[in-house]
């Protein structure tokens, strides 16, 4: 009997959510954010197919793609260290310090563009550009086709994921194959996600709270959409600009890549994703608590 009350009870629980959907905190939250969909969209012109997502893998943790045969993708964006690597700058060809935090891989596909100044406008994109920077993986796209041309195991790889090309091992088919893996580690049915779909009853009261507070006080303007974030760009220091060790004035964002006056410091909204794992924040890496970065993002962006 007791049994029999506790699935009920579940069960009653389980059809009661929907009833709660009229909860205007989830209705407001679902106008601004939307689940991480469990069938992942085909990127552009990139059929993704099971060859291409495995050849992909291969690349993604090969360091013979960069010149010391040391630096691979996975350096960067460690899939065991949530897609991050934990460090304020990578260290890059040569031991050189680059410039900007590297963002996690997580739910890299759904970013509007990539990158903190968001010049690559895909994925496949965005992998020929640290392949190549003499700061990162300082290798060349020729170099990359003749290393892999002369790895039959690659051949066949890139054989089977492109079929049908008479010369598949080019660096624009590297690029789509890092790409289509790039599709895979993603993070839906999160309890955010079950709450979007209207499991009202999945977030603690707590959480609720603060994602009252998070819709309040203005922070969806900028962080919203499926990943929380990464649609679009915006002056860091709206509000007030903060400190140079968090805001260092040589990186000036966007305007490197528009060359426009009002890109100065304007820079992606991060995705807030699984945020708790992805330390250090900041495109400058040197804040490494989430409440002072909550904080800060609070004086610089937002009004009290
Ligand atoms: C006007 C747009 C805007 C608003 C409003 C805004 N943010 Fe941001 N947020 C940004 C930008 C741009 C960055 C990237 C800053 C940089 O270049 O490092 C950022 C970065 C962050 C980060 C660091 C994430 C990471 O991975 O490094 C957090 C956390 C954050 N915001 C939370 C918030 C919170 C909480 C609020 C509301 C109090 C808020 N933001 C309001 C635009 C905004």
């Known amino acids: 009997m007791k049994r029999l009350l506790a699935s009920l009870t579940v069960v009653l629980t389980a059809t009661a959510a929907p009833a709660l959907a009229q909860d205007s905190l989830l209705e407001d939250a679902q106008s601004y954010f939307e689940a991480i969909p469990t069938v992942v969209p085909a990127p552009k012109d990139n059929a993704i197919i099971h060859d291409k997502v495995h ?3 291969m690349l993604y943790f090969d360091p ?13 964006h460690n899939v065991d260290l949530s897609g991050a690597n934990g ?25 509007v563009a990539q990158f903190w100044d968001g010049h690559a406008e ?6 020929k550009g640290p392949i190549q920077a003499g700061v990162e993986m300082n290798s060349k796209p020729e170099r990359v086709v003749k ?8 051949v066949d790889a890139f054989a089977a994921a492109f079929p049908g090309e008479e010369d598949p091992v080019t660096f624009d088919n590297v690029a789509k194959a890092i790409e289509a893996f790039e599709t895979t580690p993603i993070t839906p049915s999160a309890r ?15 959480e609720k709270k603060g994602l009252q507070i998070f819709m309040d006080k203005g922070c969806v303007a900028c962080h919203n959409g499926v990943n929380i974030g990464g649609n679009d760009y915006y002056p860091f220091g709206v509000v007030e600009q903060l400190g140079a060790n968090i805001l260092p004035r040589n990186d000036k964002g966007r305007f490197a890549v528009t060359d ?13 994703r699984n945020l708790v794992l992805t330390a250090p924040y900041f495109h400058s890496g040197n804040v490494w608590n989430l409440k002072q970065a909550m904080s800060l993002m609070g004086t610089a962006q937002a009004k009290n």
Do not use: I
């Open 147 to 154: 290393v892999l041309k002369s790895m039959p195991t690659y």
């Open 260 to 272: 426009t006056a009002t890109d100065q410091y304007v820079f992606r909204a991060p995705p807030l």
């Open 192 to 206: 955010f996600d079950q709450y979007l779909e209207g499991n009202a009853n999945v977030l603690t009261d707590h």
């Open 64 to 76: 013979r793609l960069s010149s010391s045969h040391l630096l691979s993708c996975n350096t960067r």
């Open 122 to 127: 895909d994925l496949k994109t965005q992998a």
């Open 55 to 57: 050849l992909g893998k």
């Open 87 to 111: 460090l304020s700058t990578s260290v890059g060809h040569g031991w050189q310090k680059e410039p900007r935090n590297a963002p996690t891989v997580l739910n890299a596909l759904f970013k």
